[in-house]
């Protein structure tokens, strides 16, 4: 017996903010849900499984309209077609009150009920499935104690939607424990709601959280796609991951020590674009590079700022035979002045930097400068939207800090050179 578990499809996910980027492949990334979903199917069919569990969140909300249901009503008739049986739980973004639109029930498919846990039974495949869909978004209570006891003589599968005891950047949402899982007697625990995949227990019983289908964003990186798992007399024999993403999500960090100007700049994107691109070459591979450390880069950029990113834009279009986008060049490059000594000096530079000390003396100052800062600007952008204050970390405040401190000092070293007034 094999089954496939995948969860977090978010089929059709919404992607804003992508139109603000210039020469994004918007219908590609637009697209990667639904053909990360094809892939799932075509994988099923290939392998020839009996059964495909989806933990969850199988789209990202309410749909906008009838087609993204229709989309996925296909794809799952294609398993049901070949005698493959799906079951589903949904999760707090496709909770029963997220969606309103309903299709036709599907003969095959299985979707837990959302008043109660309940049991399906498949004697033939020697397996039982238990599962319960959220009622609403937010399930604070533990709904491991009300799924039912394993049957006897049973491979016992929980399908379940949790954040566990608590995931970075994850809601917490039906929260319990491995202790709690463990109670229950069941052989595997198929979890979904945690994009980053994570093998919680390895065996006895199993505990998965596979991990979103399809990254949808740069904070989603690296192979995305399902697990794979065979079943021989009650006895897990193997379990695989399959990546299934068409479209992989990176952040690339470059260090511009030792880099002199753009020729070299491009060459070491190059190198690095490449070694990453290599893994997966047939996919398209999306990067926020990060260019960071001491070099003479910043003042290039001090003086003509976007040349930096142009540079790497520029070393892309040489990388023939990979498929690449860059979705943001973020720079971190310090000042080569010795701040100590600036420090101390009474023109404009020991300014400067007597400024960024005040602001960065703490985290609360910190925060609170970046919020007034922030405040003037008014409604930001959707690239900058996650650079609302109280969503920064401090550590990306003082980076962004030291970026436009160095913009300054350099701008300002350049004007006393040509013995303009500073
Ligand atoms: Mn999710």
């Not at 991990?211 to 079943?231: D, S």
């Not at 962004?400 to 160095?406: K, R």
Request: aromatic share 6%; proline share 5%.
């Amino acid at each position: 017996m094999q089954f496939i578990h995948a969860a977090d499809l978010h089929v059709d996910s919404p992607l804003r903010g992508l139109d603000d980027y210039e020469g994004a492949p918007v219908a590609r990334l637009r697209g990667a849900t639904r053909q990360a979903l094809i892939a799932l199917v075509d994988l099923a069919l290939e392998r020839r499984v009996d059964l495909v569990l989806l933990a969850g969140d199988l789209f990202d909300g309410d749909w906008i309209d009838f087609r993204t249901g229709l989309f996925f009503r296909a794809q799952m008739l294609r398993l049901c077609r070949a005698g493959i049986r799906v079951f589903a739980v949904r999760g707090n973004h496709d909770a029963a009150s997220q969606i309103t639109r309903q299709l036709p029930a599907l003969e095959g498919m299985h979707e837990f009920s959302s008043e109660r846990s309940e049991t399906v039974d498949l004697p033939g495949l020697g397996v039982a499935i238990h599962g319960r869909s959220f009622p609403q978004r937010a399930v604070t209570e533990d709904l491991v104690p009300q799924y039912p006891q394993p049957l006897a003589g049973r491979f016992n599968i929980g399908l379940l939607h949790t954040s566990l005891t608590g995931r970075e950047g994850h809601d917490s949402y039906a929260p319990t424990t491995v202790e709690t899982l463990l109670a229950k007697g069941y052989d595997y625990f198929a979890l979904g709601h945690v994009h980053a995949r994570e093998v919680v227990r390895e065996t006895a019983p199993r505990i998965v959280f596979p991990g979103n289908l399809q990254g949808r964003h740069a904070r989603e990186t690296g192979p995305k796609g399902c697990e794979l798992v065979r079943v021989e007399d009650g006895v897990l024999v193997s379990a695989e991951f399959v990546a299934l993403d068409v479209v992989r999500w990176h952040q690339l960090e470059l260090d511009a020590a030792g880099l002199d100007g753009v020729d070299a700049l491009a060459r070491r994107f190059a190198d690095a674009a490449r070694a990453l691109a290599a893994e997966a070459p047939e996919r398209l591979h999306a990067l926020r590079v990060h260019l960071r450390g001491q070099s003479p880069l910043h003042a290039l950029e001090a003086r003509q700022p976007g040349t930096l990113a142009a540079a790497i834009q520029a070393a892309c279009q040489e990388l023939d035979g990979l498929d690449l986008w860059i979705e943001e060049v973020r720079l971190a490059l310090g000042s080569p002045l010795d701040r100590a000594t600036a420090a101390v000096r009474a023109d404009a530079l020991g300014d400067v930097v007597r400024l960024v000390d005040a602001i960065a003396a703490d985290d609360a100052t910190l925060a609170a400068w970046f919020g007034e800062r922030l405040a003037e600007l008014g409604v930001l952008p959707q690239p900058l939207a996650d650079a609302d204050p109280r969503k920064l970390e401090p550590a990306l405040m003082r980076a962004l800090l030291a970026d436009a401190e160095a913009t300054v000092l350099a701008r300002l070293a350049q004007l006393a050179a040509s013995g303009g007034e500073a």
